[in-house]
Nanobody, 124 residues
Framework: QVQLVESGGGLVQAGGSLRLSCAAS????????MGWFRQAPGKEREFVAA????????YSAGSVKGRFTISRDNAENTVYLQMNSLKPDDTAVYYC?????????????????WGQGTQVTVSS
């Protein structure tokens, strides 16, 4: 059984930083992309960033480019999201996911395994 467990969320002031972690267990995810999505109250879940197995291919949403960095440690089956220069608009529940489908990297339909989410709140 696949499990994804996010951690690292919390309350931070605008301009601050947080580092999210997502630990995967239950099977080997060789050659799979992993991604981060977020969902703000009343809004649809949206793509944040994705990273290939090797870490050489990275995709980021325009709204977080230059501020958020995705990375992974395959030995630990963990993916990270370093979030700097946080803004109140970044407030959301952040989810990690594993992409096993053939949709584009930004398309939520391509991700079949999801964590429970971690809350990030940025105060102004």
């Amino acid at each position: 059984q696949v499990q994804l467990v996010e951690s690292g969320g919390g309350l931070v002031q605008a301009g601050g930083s947080l580092r999210l972690s997502c630990a995967a267990s239950g099977r080997t995810f060789t050659n799979y992309y992993m991604g981060w999505f977020r969902q703000a109250p009343g809004k649809e879940r949206e793509f944040v960033a994705a990273i290939s197995w090797s870490g050489t291919s990275i995709y980021s949403a325009g709204s977080v480019k230059g501020r958020f960095t995705i990375s992974r440690d395959n030995a630990e089956n963990t993916v990270y999201l370093q979030m700097n220069s946080l803004k109140p608009d970044d407030t959301a529940v952040y989810y990690c996911a594993i992409r096993t489908g053939s949709y584009t990297y930004t398309d939520i339909r391509g991700y079949d395994y999801w964590g429970q989410g971690t809350q990030v709140t940025v105060s102004s």
